[in-house]
């Protein structure tokens, strides 16, 4: 590196941790002469300051280049994958099962930058024109899996699309929590469809406390709060908004798994 580092650079350990999740260099193509260390360095930059593209600093590789990858690696499913094998790391280091049992469901409403792009909605709930950040964690609050929706679609609606995508990929479930959000017909489509067991956990009190399993999801909202990128969707495409998510948790497993 022929630069001054930034705080959100990669160290070497960390590099060496994300490196081989990385895609190879595709066979009998051109040899790759662009830095992959750069490219990843550039957007994790992007997405925890809230940089627009083509503001990246210079001294990165150019801004055409690194959206190029990160366009490629959503189109192929690879920031998908590596938050998985990182999530995967982080379970069995905290001496859990590779594969989770349980999971918390929630959704997050979020405003859409004036460009607009697709599935966008008003949520009248919380009085916000955007989308809709659907995400299952598990009891670690790590993301199984995001979807990115209008913020028109109804909690319900929305997670019987995310958990017909999880099921694929989660045999182990067994149980999920809830809000009140989620109460009704869905639990015994949930049942039916997948045999789990989805609960509801409900507010008791009034004001602020803390709810059983409710407050894991929370705290991951939180956790991907601290990225600007994510303060509003400013991506065109939905798949785009999940993509960004997945690379907030990569940055944050890597940290977690070797602190810099």
């Known amino acids: 590196m022929d630069?001054?580092?930034?705080?959100?650079?990669v160290t070497d350990a960390q590099w060496a941790l994300l490196q081989p999740l990385l895609p190879p260099v595709r066979p009998g193509g051109r040899p790759r002469t662009v830095?992959?260390?750069?490219?990843?360095?550039a957007l994790f930059y992007l997405n925890r300051n809230g940089c627009p593209w083509r503001a990246l600093p210079h001294d990165f590789p150019p801004w055409s280049t690194v959206h190029e990858y990160f366009r490629r690696w959503r189109r192929d499913g690879t920031w998908a994958q590596v938050n998985g094998a990182l999530r995967t790391q982080?379970?069995?280091?905290?001496?859990?099962?590779?594969?989770?049992?349980?999971?918390?469901v929630d959704s997050q409403s979020v405003k859409t930058s004036e460009d607009g792009g697709e599935q966008r909605g008003y949520d009248a709930a919380k009085k916000v024109k955007g989308r809709k950040r659907h995400?299952?964690?598990?009891?670690?609050?790590?993301?199984l899996m995001v979807v990115v929706h209008s913020a028109a679609i109804q909690d319900?609606?929305?997670?019987?699309?995310?958990?017909?995508?999880?099921?694929?990929?989660?045999?182990?479930?067994?149980?999920?929590?809830?809000?009140?959000?989620?109460?009704?017909?869905?639990?015994?489509?949930?049942?039916l469809s997948f045999g789990w067991i989805l609960e509801v956990v409900r507010r008791t009190a009034s004001g602020f406390v803390v709810l059983p399993r409710r407050w894991v999801v929370e705290r991951t909202f939180g956790w991907l709060n601290r990225y600007r990128r994510l303060a509003k969707d400013y991506e065109r495409r939905?798949?785009?908004?999940?993509?960004?998510i997945y690379l907030a948790m990569i940055q944050l497993m890597v940290h977690r798994l070797r602190p810099g």
């Open 3 to 9: 630069r001054k580092p930034y705080p959100t650079d």
């Open 35 to 41: 830095d992959l260390r750069e490219v990843v360095n």
């Open 90 to 104: 982080v379970r069995q280091a905290e001496q859990h099962s590779a594969q989770p049992s349980a999971g918390i």
């Open 135 to 143: 995400l299952l964690v598990d009891t670690l609050g790590l993301v």
């Open 156 to 191: 319900r609606d929305g997670a019987r699309v995310l958990l017909a995508l999880a099921h694929r990929l989660f045999p182990r479930l067994q149980r999920i929590w809830a809000d009140s959000a989620y109460a009704g017909a869905l639990i015994e489509w949930v049942y």
């Open 238 to 244: 939905t798949q785009s908004s999940e993509a960004m």
